[in-house]
Each structure stands twice: as structure tokens, then as C-alpha cells.
């Protein structure tokens, strides 16, 4: 009985993937170099000056294995996803992509000389413009902003809003404050003005341990620590009532799996019920504000020795519409391209998945 | 269903509160302003006693306002908080503020009535009375 | 079993309903009591006028309000009050007490480690070696993880003692407790069949890392992030091979939740295959661990819509074999052992309720 399933599910693939939206690919800086036509005078000066070599976050180490999936190494030295030619090779045929979208990973967010990092992110998104968007229609791209100042980060919005390509602002996970504050309310602002959902991704500002409790030592617990301050991010940004104020605004949570979610709502909405007075603009289930809001990308799955546990997980998030398919090129989570979805999932379910989830929320 | 003779009117000043038994089950009558409202004494959540929580008003939102939120403390003395995980509920219809339709506590209606206890037929015998009075009467 | 139980229930004259609350919080009757245990400079300098932690306090009420004692005391400050309220009300066999000292929020180790020990000699006069001739409390014995070796002392101190069954640390705290500086705390619960327990309330506070990006607004926020650091430092035991080193240690979770653990096991696997080059002293997949070393305490137990999916989450973590039933008396989240709990199996029930604790701590 299960193989037929299966099979079945197989044929809808084929021609579900007709039209695939990836939602999280990596393009990368290949050199600071590379943002030098892009970056004003001033800070161009200063980086030269400066001696400064790159801004790469160092989020995957280079030579660990998850940092890039093999093949996606580039002979030059430049770092994975900075190749047009090879992302196109290995993200965008293979899954016969109709859009994918670039989350570019450069450490303006760690840069703490605000005006220099607003001027390194307007780099980056005219880099992005003239490099990805202008020369391969498949793809999108996240508009990259330097949050230390949500107020030019709002800035940087307003300057690229009507841009087609730009399809989401990114954030990273880790930042200084919640991102619920009342601080970061510009960013949404302007986001939600342009129909734009904020993505947020790990990764983020330095100075501020990565696990809850602390520094870790090692490069795993660093990299599966990193669903904790996205669950503690939903929890800040469903309390001070973002949604409340921004009814239109989208928040996608890229690379830290999903599997976390549904305990975290059924705490989420125990604890409200009994705390309600605190926020009294959360005036109702946290978990409905959630269901409405947030969407998540599926890669990494964090997947259990039973596939049906990851079946009944989505079950129990009680909603078709929050996942939304990736394969976070170049890092590299699965050999075959069968295994960035999870196994056996109902043909409606995948192909919302696939596509349909990703076309509800991000304007194409 | 049967009216049962609680308390004098004097006997729970506004604010206040009296527990109660009436056929064997625990039932406790407000006065919330100068009106009565009985209430099952347990919480349809995790059975606490509710009764004995506290009762003050509750924090609304009212809008989006350019600081941030609009928000207002309302229902002075009329909603009840529960004693162990601080489900609030609206003492005048037993409905509870976070889930009204599915989660609410039994309210049973009280009448305000001038009589003396014989007419009544009530059994409540702590009571001595010779003369009329206001009594509430708990509809059970 | 139900011979001993049958014994107990006639020397007490109440029912024993085959419960055991692992989580239960004892209070003196002031802080001048805790302060009477301590000698200088420290017995000056301890504030005995509040407990609090002075922030991230509950809005609504800490303690359940009908857990006053009779002679208007501090909730469960009284042990026979709390027999009544609590262990005979529901049949309970046995309350494993652990008092909320907070000391990890302390800058200076020997302050903490004095206030912790002045603890452990309030708890062992007033609930353990007194009031307690039914022998159903037994006591966790507090260390300040500021200065390991000073908590190892500690533990040498109370080892023996017919009531203290466990160690406990508060979560809060500036490194994840995997780390080496940890492991003589480890080391000597190991030598003397002492689990080590860790229990939140101190995230955040004073010298403690924020479990959330940054700090959080409101107690909801910071309550509802709670398991993200017992999620953080499970993480860190595992990855730096403390059940390797110490083969015999059981570590318990308190009171921060339990419905996350499989979708943290199913990442933290998937992420160790790739990754387990970096820490090759972790010898099997690091969900292999848990049933032999870890145990969690289930309240708050989290309250799904639809019960069943918490039973389907029961199944994912083998709850049958570590979770154990616990009340949080008399804190304001209380959960009841007659009303907090689907409908199960009568053997998961047993398990959950009873078995599971009565084997981790010995009991009868």
C-alpha cells in the first residue's frame, strides 16, 4: 500500500516541480573587491584604508561539511555561491526552478559603525541588482539592511521597494534586541508598505552569545542552538504585538527547521491564557497569530528515524500554508535532491510546498 | 429548578463575596456593584477552586495609537481571576475572556427578593428570621 | 509495589494514589531563617528582605493564592499544610523538593555557595530530618555553579543523607553546563548516585545570559522561552560528551517543558552526522543518550488542542521511559494530577506518574 502511495506521489512530483520556488539560496561575495563599484567613495576609501579583506560572517566554517555541498567549490578560491554559472547548475536546473530567492549572507549586521554598514548593505543590494537579478530572470533576492539602524534600514526599503526583484528584507536571527521592540518597527513599516515579508535567517550580530545559556564550544551545538533565538524570536514578535500593528506583515523564518514548532504554540498558547493582561493586544491565540504570520523554509529537516514523525509534526502544526520549500544552496543538507522534502508527504501538501505556499507570500 | 435563600443583601457589601453550599456543591455570590451573580465554584480548566481568586478588572486593547497601542483597564470589580493559573472570567456570565464559548464556568441567576423565609420554603436554617427583608436567592 | 503502598497508606492513614511530584518548592518561612544559617561577611550582606528575583516577576501571582498557609505564612513554607494541600489531596508518595535560591545570578561564587549551603541546612532542618517522619519529602541539594569545586564540596557535604536525592543548579547561567569547568560538579553527583537537576528561574538575571535575543519585555516573553535553555544545555551535555566521561550520571530537566524534546533529538542528529568529526568523543547518535541519562519533569505540560497530538509527542520521546510527572506546587502554573494529563494508557500513566521517578531516585 505504501509503495503505491509513493509512486503515486512520484508521477505529481514531476509535474509539480514544473514551477518549483526555492526559498533559500545563497549567492556570495566572492571579494570585498567585488562591492567596490557598487560602494560610495567615502567608504570605499575606508575599506582600502582599513585593509579590510571581507565581511564574510564565518557562519559556515569553511571546510566543515555542511558549509558546501560538494561540487559547489569554486576553483578560484571564491567562496561557494558566488558563481553565477555553477548556482545555476546545481540550484536552479536541477529543480527546475521557476524563482529562487537569494538570501545573501555578508556581515553588515556585525559591523557596529552604523553608517558604515547602511552604506556596505546599499552595496550589496546594487551588487545583487547588476550581478544576479539583471542577468538571470529565475532569480529574486532578499533585500540585505544593516538593522543596527532600523531607521536607514527602513531607508534602504524605501529605496528599493518597487524594485520586481527584490522580493523580502532579511534579517538575521540574532540580534541585539528582540525583534518585537518597538526599535524595529521602521523596518516593518516599510516592509509591509511594499508588500514585502521579512525574512529572517540565522546568523547575526557579534557580542551576544549564540545558545541561550551561553557561548557554545562547537560548531554543532552553535548550528543547532540556532532554532532557539528563532523561537524566541516568534515568541517577541507575536507579544509586542507586531502583527497587531502590521496586519499585512509576513515574517519567513529561513534555515532552522520547523520540526520546533508546534510545542513551542502549544506553550506559546498555555502560558497566554493565563498572562493575556500582559499584552493585551495579543487578543487571541498566539498560535493563530502565528499560523497566520509566520512562514518557514523546510531545510535543514531536522528529520527523525521514522519518516512519519515528520508527517505527524506538520499534522500537528494544524496548517498547509506555513512551509515553504528550500534547499539553502550551496550548504549542503542532503545528497539526493528526493531528500529536501520530507518523505511521503501527501501530493496537496507538496506541492503547496513546493510552490503554492511560497507564491502567497512573497509578491512575483 | 428552586430558589435557595443565600444571604441577607446586607450581608455581601459590593466588592464582596460569600461561598455557599447548595446540594452539595460549592457556589459563591457576588455582588459586583450592587448587582448579585453566583458562580460554580471551580475552574472549568483545571478544577481550582475559582472562587477564591482575585477579582479586579481587566487590560484591553483598544487600537493601534502612534506610540504603540491604546490599551484601557476595564470591568472594575467584575472579572475574576483564577487562584492558580489566572484565567480571567466575567462574573456576570461565568465566560471566560480568553475562550468565551468553549471555556466558561456555570452561572446560576440570583434574584433580589422581599419575602420572609417561611414563604420560600428554603431550608436554609442558619438564618433567623422573623421579619422581612431583601434576600438573595440563589436559582438552583 | 502495591504491598509497600498499601503499608505507607495505613501508617498515614491517607490513600497513595502511586504518584510522585518531581517538582515541588519549599519556602522558608522568611529569608532571616536562610540568613540564620550563614556566617559572616555573608549573613550581612544577604538580603533577607525579599527572594525576588527583581525581575521578570509574574504580572499575575507567583504562588497559587490558596496556598497561604493557614497562619497567612509564604506558600509551602509550611511541610504539614503543604502534606495536606498537596501530597494528601492527591494520594502523592513521594515531593521531591527543590527550594528556588536563584544563586547563579550572583557575581561573587563564594556568596552564592553561601547562600545555597544556608539553604540546603534550612531545607534538611525544616523538611527533611524534621517533619518528615512519613519520609515522602526528599530534597535536592542547591549548588551555585559559580565555583564547581566550592559546589562539589557542597555535595560531599549532604552525600549520605537519607533525603537528599538529587543536585540541582538553577538554568540561568553564563556557559552551557556541558563545558569542562562543569564536570566536578558532575564528578561527584556521579560518585554518589546523585542526579543533577537543572531548573529555570534565573535566565537573564543578574550575571546570567538572556535565553532570548537579547532581553525580553514581559514575563510571558521570558517564561514561554524557558525550555530554550534547558534545550541549550542538553544540547551542550551531549556535545561535549559528558555521559562519556561520566557513564553513570543521570541529568534531569525541570520545569522546562518536555514536547520539544524530539524535534531538538531529530536535529541534533542530523546535524551531528555531518558534523560528528569535531566531537568525536560523542561515540552514538546523540538521541541514543537520552533513555539511559536523561529524564524530563512535565510541568508545565504543554496543552495541545487536540490531546492526541500529545500522546503522538509522548510516542516520539519515549515518554514511558523519561518523563516524570511533576506539579510545581504551589506556583501559580500548577499543573493537577487529576486534570492536566489526556487520557492515557494505564501503564504510560504508571510510568509517567510514578515508575519512571521511583527508579531514577531510588524509591520505594
Known sequence: MDDAITLKSENFRNEARTGVIDCDVHNAVPSIQALFPYLEDRWRDYVVEHGIKSLEPNYYPRGTPLSARPGSELPNGHPPGSNLDVLRQQALDPWNVQYAILNCLYGVQMIHNEDWAAAMARAVNDWQNAEWLEKEPRLRASIVVASQNPEQAAEEIHRLGEHPGFVQVLLMVHSEMPYGKKHYWPIYEAAQQYGLPIGIHAGGVTGYPTMPVGWPSYYLEDYVSQSQAFQSQIVSLVSEGVFKKFPQLRVVLIESGFTWLPSLMWRFDKNWKGLRREVPWVNRLPSEIIKEHIRLTIQPLDESPKPEHLLETIEQIRSEDMLLFSTDYPHWHFDKNEEALPAKLPPRLEKKILSENARSVYRF | MKKHIVATVEEIPAGEKKFISVNGKSICVFNVNGEFYALRNSCPHQGAELCKGSVGGMTVYNGSSSEGFDVSFVKKGEVLRCPWHGWEFDIKTGKSIVDPKRCLVKSYDVTVEESDVEMINAQVETYLVTIKSNYVLVHV | ?364
Open chain 3, 1 to 364: 509495589m502495591a504491598k509497600i503502598e498499601e503499608q505507607k497508606a495505613m501508617e498515614t492513614g491517607k490513600k497513595l494514589n502511586g504518584i510522585i511530584d518531581c517538582d515541588v518548592h519549599p519556602h522558608p518561612k522568611s529569608y532571616q531563617v536562610i540568613q540564620s544559617y550563614m556566617s559572616e561577611p555573608w549573613k550581612s550582606r544577604f538580603n533577607a528582605q525579599t527572594g525576588l528575583r527583581g525581575m521578570y516577576d509574574n504580572p499575575i501571582h507567583v504562588n497559587r493564592l490558596d496556598s497561604v498557609t493557614p497562619d497567612g505564612g509564604y506558600p509551602c513554607s509550611d511541610p504539614e499544610f503543604t502534606r495536606k494541600q498537596l501530597l494528601d489531596e492527591y494520594g502523592i508518595n513521594y515531593a521531591i523538593l527543590l527550594p528556588r535560591a536563584f544563586v547563579s545570578r550572583y557575581s561573587n561564587p563564594d556568596f552564592a555557595a553561601a547562600i545555597a549551603a544556608a539553604f540546603n541546612d534550612w531545607l534538611a532542618a525544616d523538611w527533611l530530618d524534621n517533619n518528615n517522619d512519613d519520609g515522602r519529602y526528599k530534597g535536592s541539594i542547591t549548588v551555585a555553579p559559580q565555583n564547581p569545586q566550592a559546589a562539589a564540596r557542597e555535595i560531599e557535604r549532604w552525600a549520605g543523607h537519607p533525603h537528599f536525592v538529587q543536585v540541582m543548579m538553577d538554568s540561568g547561567s553564563t556557559a552551557p553546563y556541558g563545558q569542562q569547568q562543569f564536570h566536578p560538579i558532575y564528578e561527584a553527583c556521579e560518585k554518589h548516585g546523585l542526579p543533577i537537576a537543572f531548573h529555570p528561574g534565573t535566565e537573564g538575571v543578574g550575571i546570567n545570559q538572556s535565553h532570548v535575543a537579547g532581553y525580553p519585555t514581559t514575563y510571558m516573553e521570558w517564561h514561554t522561552c524557558l525550555p530554550l535553555s534547558a534545550q541549550a544545555h542538553l544540547v551542550s551535555f551531549i556535545t561535549e560528551g559528558v555521559f562519556e566521561k561520566f557513564p553513570r550520571l543521570k541529568l534531569v530537566m525541570v520545569e522546562g517543558g518536555s514536547a520539544w524534546l524530539p524535534s531538538l533529538l531529530w536535529r541534533l542528529d542530523s546535524e551531528w552526522k555531518p558534523l560528528r568529526e569535531e566531537v568525536p568523543w560523542v561515540k552514538k547518535r546523540p538521541s541514543e543518550y537520552i533513555k539511559e541519562h536523561v529524564r524530563l519533569t512535565s510541568q508545565p505540560i504543554e496543552s495541545p488542542d487536540d490531546p492526541k497530538h500529545l500522546l503522538m509527542n509522548f510516542e516520539m520521546m519515549d515518554a514511558k521511559n523519561i518523563l516524570m510527572f511533576s506539579t510545581d506546587y504551589p506556583h501559580w502554573d500548577f499543573d493537577s494530577p487529576t486534570r492536566s494529563f489526556p487520557k492515557m494508557p494505564e501503564d504510560l500513566k504508571r510510568r509517567i506518574f510514578f515508575e519512571n521517578a521511583k527508579e531514577l531516585y531510588n524509591l520505594e
